[in-house]
C-alpha cells in the first residue's frame, strides 16, 4: 500500500468502491480532480495498476501532473540554497529539505515511479501492434471455413494477432529483464527488438541470458539482430543500439535524488523501479575468445537439445560475418554432421540415431565413411561416395596439411580401406565406376595397379559362395596387361601363388585372413605378377562357377589352399560327385550327368593360359573313378549302364577298374544299411549295384554276401539283447562260424534245416572250407543233441563222419592242419553223441564211438574205449535182462552168467591199458577235458560245464535207475536249449 495511513483513513469511499474493471477516464476524473491532496491523489493513481493502456495512461497522467510542485519546490529549495552559497548542488541541503518536508520527499519518489510506468506503457503499447499472427488460431482453424462464405468479408480479412505473453498490469510491475526473457521463449523477436531500443540500459547487461531463454530450435536467422558481434577494431563485443523515449532523465531519476532518498532515512512504501537480480550479468562488452565460447556453447546446446544440425550451422554460418573467431573448424564438422544427417541416405530407422557433435568428434575416419554409405544401394553407391565421402577426404587432407603433418595418401587408404569391408555388390559398384576406359577424373579408383590389388584382396577375402555373377562384374572391370614374361617371371609368378595358399591357410595366431590382410600380402608384388594373379584368378572364378553350379560351392580362397593339396581337391571332387546327386534338384537324365562328367573333366585340365583348374592334381582316371562312384552312391544305376555303353565314351575304364569302384560302392551301400533285407533300402541297392559291370566271380562271391546277411536278418539274430545285428558289425565279425552259431542258438528249429544252414556257410565266404562245413555240421549234431533230437543228430554225425572221410581220402597226408582239425572236431562230436545216456539206440550209439576211435587221436583211444567198455556193459546186462525174462529162474540163473562170461572174454582183447596221464577212475570226466581240449580249435567258444554234470550223471548212474532219472535230464536239456547252444559260444552255464 502506497498511502500514508492518515491518507488512507481519509480516502473517499466511492474510489475505494471503484473496481479495475469498472475505472474510466471521466470517472477517474471525476473522482480524483476535486480533491487538493497532492500526495494523496498521486499515491491513488500510483496504486492502480490496469490492463486498459487508455485508463492507466490517465492515472498515470493525473499522478505525472500532482507531483509537478513538489518537484519545482525541492527544486527552488536546492537552486536557491546553492545561490547563497555559490556552491554547486548539494545533497546535504536536498535531505534538509526532503527531511523538513517528507511530503516532498514522497512525491519525488512516487513522480519516479510515474515516469518508469509511462516508459513501460509506451512500449507495450508498441508491442501490441507488432504482436505476431496467432499460429494456434490457424492451426486450428479448418481448412474448407476459409471460404466461409456467410463470414463478413471485414472480419475475414483481418488477421487475427497473438495476445501478449503477458498483461499491462504485470508488464508495468514485474522486472523488464523477465519480460524480456518471456518474449525471447514465446519468439516475439519485434516485441523484444522493442524493449532493447527502449530500456536497453536495464536490459543490455542481462543480453546474454535474453538469448538463452531463446528456445534452441529456432532458425539463427529469426533472431540474428540480437546475436553478438564482434568489433575488429576494439576486439571486443559490438553494443546495440538504442533510443529510449526520453533522451535526459527527470530530475527526480538523478543518482543524487535517488541517493539522497534513499540516505534520508524515511520508511518508503514505493519499491524502487528496477532492482533486477545480479543474473549472469556483463556490464563491459565480451572479449572475442568470450564470444566463441558462447557461440560454442550455444551450437552445442542446439544439437544436444534437438539434434537440429542445420540450425547448429547457421548459427556458425551467421557467426562467421560477425567476424567471431574460433568457429572454422567447428563449421567444417557441423557441415559434414549435416551432409550425414541431411544429404545422406537414410534408413527406416534413422530417428534412432543420436548425432551428436562429441559422438561425431570421437569417430575414426573410416567409421564416418561407413556412416555417410550405410543406407546407399549398389545403385547410388558411386555418387553417394562423391558427393558425401570425398568432401569429407578433401576436408581431411586440408587438415592434415593445416596441422604441419601433410598426408598425400589419407584419401587413398581410407577409401581402400571401405571397399575391401564392403559388400561385393558395393565394391563391384565402385570397380565400375573406376574402369580403365573412364576418364582419371571419373574414376574413383585412378590406379590400375591398386585397382587389381583391391579385387584380388575383395575376392579372395570374401567368404561369399554365391555370388558368383558379382564376382565377374568385378574382375571384368580390371585392367588388362599385355606382359610377356620369361620362364623365371612366371616362376616367381607361381610361387608367389602358393606363398598366397600357404598365406590364406587359418593358423592358430590368424584364424581368418582378411581382405586388408591380402591387401598387404599383394602390396608389394609387381606388375608382372599382378598380371599372373589376375590369370589365376579368371581361371579359378570359372572354376568357383562350377563347383557353385553343381551345389558344391566353395570360397574363392578355398582354390589358393587346394593349389597343391591333393587329398583336398580328391575329397571335393568326391562330394561334387555325391552331392550334386543328392541335392534338391537330384540329376535324373543322362544329360545331367554326362554334364557333370564334363564339368569335372574340364577341372582336372589346363586352360588357355595352360593354368590348372580346381582338380589339376588329380588324374582323369581318377576322377571319372570318382564321379562313377558318386553315381552309383544314388541308386541310378540305369544310369551308370548308359554312361558306362555311351557312344561318347567318355567314361573309360578298364573292366577291373569298374569292377572295384562297383564293389566299393556296393559295400558302402551295404555298410551304411540299415537293415540287412536286401529287397529294399541301401541294402537292396548294394545288391543291384553289383549287376552294373559285367558278372565275375568276386562281384558273385558279394551278391551271395549279401544274401546271406538277408538270410541273417530274417532268423532274427541280436547283437544285444532287443537290437537286431546291422550289416556293418555281420561285415566285421571275422569268425563267420560264429553267425551261425548265433543263428542256431536263437531259432530253435533251425537245426532242422541241414541244407539251409550250409547254403548260408558257404554264401558267408566259406565255400569249398570243408574245415567250416565240418564244424558246421557238428554244431548241428550238437544243437538237435541239445533238443534231444537223437534221430537227426544222429544222421548229421553220419553226414560229418562222411565229410571227413571224404577230406582225408583226398589228401595223402592226413596230418595237414586242416584236416586234423576237421578229424578232431568230428570224433569230438561223435563222442559227445555216443556217451549221451538219453539217447537209447545203443547200436547207433556204438557206431558213433566206433568212428570217434577212428579219428581220435592214439593218446585219446583209452578215454574212447572206456566210454564204449562201458557203453557195452549196459548193453550186454541189458541183454541179460532180457534174455532172463524169457526162461524160468533156474534156467536164466545158468545161462546168462555164462554169456555174460562169454562177452566180457570176448572184449578182453580190446581192453588197453590206461597210460599214466589218464590214469583215474573217472573216465567220462577225462572224456569231457579231452573234449575241452580238441573244441579249442572250434571257430566258437566251448564250455562243458553241461557236459560234465551229464558226464557225472551217466557216471553215477546204473541201469536200473537211468530211467529214474531221465526226467531230471530232459528237463535240464530243455533249460540249455530254451537258452540257446551256449557252450558253443561260451555262454556261462551258471547263468541258469
Known amino acids: 500500500m502506497l498511502l500514508m495511513p492518515s491518507i488512507a483513513d481519509t480516502m473517499p469511499s466511492h474510489w475505494a468502491t471503484l473496481s479495475d474493471d469498472d475505472l ?17 491523489v498521486a499515491a491513488a493513481c500510483v496504486d492502480r495498476v490496469l490492463d486498459d493502456p487508455a485508463v492507466q495512461r490517465v492515472l498515470l497522467d493525473i499522478a505525472l501532473e500532482r507531483t509537478a510542485a513538489a518537484l519545482r519546490r525541492s527544486q527552488a529549495t536546492l537552486a536557491a540554497g546553492d545561490d547563497e552559497d555559490n556552491t554547486p548542488e548539494r545533497p546535504d541541503a536536498l535531505a534538509s529539505h526532503f527531511t523538513n518536508l517528507p511530503v516532498d520527499a514522497r512525491l519525488c519518489a512516487i513522480r519516479a515511479l510515474i515516469l518508469d510506468r509511462l516508459d513501460r506503457l509506451n512500449t507495450f503499447v508498441e508491442i501490441c501492434k507488432v504482436a505476431p499472427a496467432d499460429a494456434d488460431d490457424a492451426e486450428n482453424t479448418p481448412d474448407e471455413w476459409e471460404d466461409d462464405p456467410w463470414a463478413d468479408s471485414a472480419q475475414a480479412d483481418a488477421p487475427k494477432t497473438a495476445e501478449a505473453p503477458f498483461t499491462l498490469s504485470v508488464f508495468l510491475t514485474d522486472s523488464l529483464l523477465r519480460s524480456a526473457c518471456l518474449l525471447a521463449s514465446r519468439q516475439w523477436f519485434s516485441a523484444l527488438g522493442i524493449m532493447f531500443e527502449r530500456h536497453a540500459a536495464h536490459l543490455w547487461p542481462y543480453r546474454i541470458s535474453i538469448l538463452d531463454s531463446i528456445p534452441e530450435h529456432v532458425q539463427p536467422l529469426s533472431y540474428r539482430d540480437f546475436l553478438p558481434a564482434l568489433n575488429t577494431s576494439t576486439n571486443l563485443e559490438k553494443r546495440t543500439a538504442s533510443s529510449p523515449w526520453r533522451t535526459e532523465p527527470d530530475w527526480s531519476e538523478t543518482p543524487d535524488v535517488r541517493a539522497t532518498l534513499a540516505a534520508s532515512g524515511l520508511h518508503l512504501d514505493i519499491p524502487l523501479p528496477i532492482l533486477d537480480p545480479l543474473l549472469d550479468r556483463h556490464d563491459e562488452p565480451l572479449s572475442a575468445d568470450q564470444l566463441s565460447e558462447w557461440y560454442k556453447t550455444r551450437i552445442r546446446r542446439v544439437i544436444s537439445s534437438t539434434g537440429m544440425i542445420d540450425v547448429a550451422l547457421a548459427v556458425v554460418q551467421h557467426a562467421a560475418p560477425q567476424s567471431v573467431p574460433g568457429l572454422d573448424e567447428m563449421g567444417e564438422e557441423l557441415s559434414l554432421l ?60 586440408s587438415r592434415a596439411e593445416r596441422a604441419g603433418n601433410p598426408d598425400p595418401t589419407i584419401r587413398t587408404r ?23 576406359i573412364l576418364p582419371t577424373a571419373q574414376r574413383i579408383i585412378q590406379n590400375d595397379e591398386d585397382m587389381a590389388r583391391l579385387a584380388l584382396a575383395c575376392l579372395y577375402g570374401s567368404n561369399s559362395l554365391g555370388e558368383w555373377t558379382t564376382m565377374n562384374r568385378i574382375f571384368e572391370c580390371l585392367p588388362a596387361w599385355d606382359i610377356t614374361r620369361d620362364d623365371d617371371q612366371e616362376d616367381a609368378a607361381d610361387t608367389t601363388i602358393i606363398s598366397l595358399g600357404a598365406y590364406v591357410t587359418p593358423s592358430t595366431a ?53 593349389n597343391s593339396d591333393v587329398p583336398e581337391q580328391r575329397a571335393w571332387a568326391n562330394r561334387m560327385a555325391r552331392r550334386a546327386g543328392g541335392s534338391e534338384d537330384k540329376l535324373n537324365t543322362l544329360d545331367d550327368w554326362e554334364w557333370l562328367l564334363e564339368d569335372m573333366l574340364k577341372l582336372t585340365g589346363k586352360g588357355d593360359s595352360g593354368l590348372r583348374g580346381a582338380f589339376g592334381l588329380l588324374s582323369q582316371d581318377e576322377v571319372l573313378q570318382i564321379f ?12 551308370a549302364k548308359a554312361v558306362i555303353k555311351s557312344p561318347k565314351n567318355k567314361l573309360s575304364l578298364s573292366p577291373e577298374a569298374l569292377e572295384d569302384i562297383c564293389l566299393s560302392c556296393s559295400r558302402e551301400l551295404y555298410d551304411n544299411a540299415s537293415s540287412g533285407n536286401y529287397t529294399f533300402g541301401d541294402m537292396k541297392l548294394a545288391y543291384e549295384c553289383l549287376d552294373v559291370p559285367p558278372p565275375s566271380d568276386r562281384l558273385t562271391r558279394e551278391k551271395e554276401f549279401i544274401e546271406a546277411t538277408s538270410r541273417l536278418s530274417s532268423f532274427n539274430v541280436m547283437s544285444a539283447r532287443g537290437i537286431p545285428i546291422s550289416p556293418l558289425e555281420i561285415r566285421l565279425t571275422k569268425d563267420r562260424l560264429s553267425l551261425v552259431s548265433r543263428v542256431l542258438s536263437s531259432n530253435n528249429d533251425a537245426y532242422k534245416h541241414t541244407e539251409v544252414i550250409l547254403d548260408l556257410v558257404d554264401k558267408l565266404g566259406l565255400r569249398n572250407n570243408i574245415v567250416a562245413q565240418v564244424k558246421t555240421l557238428a554244431m548241428l549234431a550238437d544243437t538237435a543233441l541239445q533238443a534231444e533230437d537223437f534221430s537227426r543228430a544222429y544222421q548229421t554225425s553220419e553226414r560229418m563222419v562222411e565229410t571227413v572221410q571224404g577230406l582225408r581220402s583226398s589228401y595223402p597226408d592226413i596230418d595237414t592242419p586242416e584236416i586234423q582239425q576237421a578229424s578232431e572236431v568230428c570224433w569230438v562230436a561223435c563222442y559227445q553223441l555216443g556217451r549221451q545216456p538219453e539217447f537209447d539206440d545203443v547200436d547207433k550209439k556204438l557206431s558213433l564211438l566206433g568212428r570217434a576211435l577212428e579219428l581220435c587221436p592214439p593218446d585219446k583211444l583209452h578215454d574212447v574205449l572206456v566210454a564204449w567198455r562201458r557203453l557195452e556193459n549196459e548193453d550186454i546186462e541189458a541183454r541179460e535182462e532180457r534174455l532172463s525174462s ?25 581192453h588197453m591199458p590206461s597210460p599214466p596221464l589218464l590214469s583215474t577212475p573217472d573216465a567220462a570226466a577225462l572224456a569231457s577235458r579231452t573234449f575241452r581240449s580238441v573244441t579249442a580249435n572250434f571257430p566258437f567258444s566251448v564250455t562243458g560245464r553241461g557236459r560234465q554234470s551229464s558226464l557225472h550223471e551217466q557216471e553215477s548212474t546204473r541201469s536200473g535207475s537211468r530211467r529214474r532219472e531221465g526226467d531230471e535230464l530232459a528237463n535240464q536239456a530243455t533249460r540249455v536249449f530254451s537258452k540257446g547252444i551256449g557252450w558253443l559260444i561260451g555262454a556261462d552255464a551258471e547263468d541258469e
Open 24 to 40: 474510466t477516464a471521466e470517472n477517474v476524473h471525476k473522482s480524483l480532480d476535486y480533491i487538493k491532496d497532492d500526495l494523496w
Open 338 to 397: 549435416a551432409r550425414l544427417v541431411y544429404d545422406a541416405p537414410q534408413g527406416d530407422d534413422e530417428m534412432d540415431d543420436d548425432w551428436t557433435l562429441d559422438r561425431w568428434s570421437t569417430m575414426d575416419p573410416i567409421a564416418v565413411v561407413r556412416a555417410y554409405l550405410a543406407h546407399s544401394t549398389p545403385e547410388t553407391l558411386p555418387k553417394d561416395i562423391w558427393r558425401l565421402v570425398m568432401p569429407y577426404l578433401f576436408v581431411l587432407e
Open 414 to 436: 581410407i577409401l581402400y580401406e571401405y571397399i575391401l569391408s564392403a559388400p561385393l555388390d558395393a565394391a563391384a559398384a565402385v570397380f565400375e565406376a573406376s574402369k580403365p
Open 510 to 562: 590368424r584364424p581368418r585372413c582378411t581382405a586388408s590382410d591380402l591387401l598387404i600380402f599383394f602390396q608389394p608384388l609387381p606388375l608382372s605378377s599382378l598380371s599372373r594373379a589376375l590369370d589365376i584368378l579368371d581361371v579359378h572364378l570359372e572354376s568357383g562357377e562350377i563347383l557353385s553350379r553343381w551345389s558344391v560351392p566353395a570360397p574363392l580362397r578355398w582354390f589358393l589352399q587346394s
Open 628 to 639: 562313377l562312384s558318386g553315381l552309383l552312391s544314388t541308386g541310378n544305376f540305369s544310369i
Open 886 to 910: 524169457r526162461h524160468d529162474g533156474r534156467t536164466r540163473k545158468s545161462k546168462t552168467p555164462n554169456t555174460a562170461t562169454s562177452l566180457r572174454s570176448r572184449l578182453q582183447d580190446f
